[in-house]
Nanobody, 127 residues
Framework: QLQLVESGGGLVQPGGSLRLSCAAS????????IGWFRQAPGKEREAISC????????AYPTSVKGRFTVSRDNAKNTVYLQKNTLNPEDTAVYYC????????????????????WGKGTLVIVSS
């Protein structure tokens, strides 16, 4: 079964850090770029990183640039999202999704065109 599985969500205090994982099974991430997304209650899903591939860089929106960092462990077929200096506005369900390397669905906001999606992991930032 081809799937992405996120993990690592939970409750964290403002100013804290959290690392999310996105593990692929049934396929290798070598040929795919990973995007991370989040959806807060009552808001639309937004991309918080795009284009994390085996050889390429990652794009971040201004809202998270400098606080969030994506990394990959190709041996484990897993991508990570390190989140620092969290604030309550970061509370959301976080998703990862994959598209072929060189694709532009993430950057163009065509999220429905991403090939694979995880089911999400909830992050709550609260004191």
């Amino acid at each position: 079964q081809l799937q992405l599985v996120e993990s690592g969500g939970g409750l964290v205090q403002p100013g804290g850090s959290l690392r999310l994982s996105c593990a692929a099974s049934g396929f290798t991430l070598d040929a795919y770029a990973i995007g991370w997304f989040r959806q807060a209650p009552g808001k639309e899903r937004e991309a918080i990183s795009c284009g994390s591939s085996k050889d390429g860089g990652t794009a971040y929106p201004t809202s998270v640039k400098g606080r969030f960092t994506v990394s990959r462990d190709n041996a484990k077929n897993t991508v990570y999202l390190q989140k620092n200096t969290l604030n309550p506005e970061d509370t959301a369900v976080y998703y990862c999704a994959a598209e072929p390397v060189g694709g532009s669905s993430c950057l163009l906001g065509n999220y429905h065109a991403m090939d694979y999606w995880g089911k999400g992991t909830l992050v709550i930032v609260s004191s």
